[in-house]
C-alpha cells in the first residue's frame, strides 16, 4: 500500500509500505478522508518533533474493508470515524473515564505512524459507525468537533448564558455551533478574517466582531451589558488572546483555553483571578462518550462540518496540501487529503 512519510521537518515522501493487517479485536480500514490540522502542521515543520519516518494524520474516515477475531460490533463496508487516540484501557485514568489523560496514551501521526496511507489498522473500540448520509469529510472532522464537545462538557454550557468565541478557525467555527445548539445567548464570535465571520453568522453567531478593527474585549463587554461573557472560549492558540479571553469573562464565569500555545502566558493576575471567583479550563482531547457525542450531532444535522474545508488534495499531493496549509493559516479552514 502508499503511504506519505515525513522523513524529517518538511520533508514528505510518497512511499510503498507493507500490508497490514487486524490483530484480534482489530479492524482494518480502508482510508477515504484525512483532513490536516495545526497540529499535522506543527508535526509537519519541526515545532513537535517526533521518531521520523513518521506517517502524520489523525482525523480521518474510512471503510472496514477486515477484521479479526473478537469484532462484535462491525461489518465489512462499514464508514467509520476513528479516534486516533490509542489508551491503554486499565490506568487509573482510564478506569475512571478519563481516558484522554490516559498514562500511557498515544496520538496516531505523532507517538506512533498516522493516516495518510492507503489502509489503518485500529482497535475496534476506537472506531465508531456513521451512518450513510454523513460524508467522508464530515466524518474526517469529528475527530476534531469531539475536542470541542469535550470543552463545552467540561464548561458546563446552560441555556441563555452568554458565550464568546476568540478565533473562527474550523474548530472556533464548531465551538460557535456547538455554543448556539447549547442555547447559550448571546453567542459572541469574534476573528479576523471576514469570510469566516460570515460563516460563523451563517451557523448561527448572534453578533460577529473583527478583531482586527475593533477591540475584542471591549466589544464583548459592550454585548453583555458590561458584564463580561459567561464563558469565554479561546481558540486560537496564543497567550496575548488568553488574557483577552480572561479580561472578556464575566465575575464567576469560565475560560476554556483551547487553543493551546507552546509559549507561556506571563504574569497572570492571580488576586484579580481570585477577586472574580474566574475559572480557567485547560480540555485535553476527548473521552469516547465525547466521541459518540459528536457522531450524533453530525449525524442528526445538528452540527454541520462540511463547510470547514478550505481545500481538497489527492493523497499523492500531501506536500502541496501541506504548503496550501501553513502558507496562510487566515484563509484556511481544514485542508482535506482523499484516498
Ligand atoms: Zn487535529
Ligand atoms: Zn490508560
Redesign the pocket.
Known sequence: MRQVILESPRELQVVDAIDVTPAVGELLVEVKTT?I????VHIYDGGTLVDYPRVLG??VSGVVQDFSDGVTQFNLGDSVAVNPNLICGNCERCILGKENLCESGRLLGREIDGTLREFLVVPQINAFRLPPAVTFISGALI??LSTVVHAQRLADIRSHESVAVLGQGATGLMHTQLAKLSGASPVIAVGRTPAKLELAESMGADHVVNAADVDPVYETLRLTDGQGADVVIEAIGKPETLRQAIDAVKPGGRVIAFGISPDPLLALDLYRMYMAERTLIFPRAMTRADFHRAVSLVASGKIDLGPMVSADYALEDAAAAFRFAEEDPSKVLRVALHL
Do not use: F, R
Open positions: 483532513a490540522c495545526g497540529t499535522d489523525h482525523e475527530q476534531p
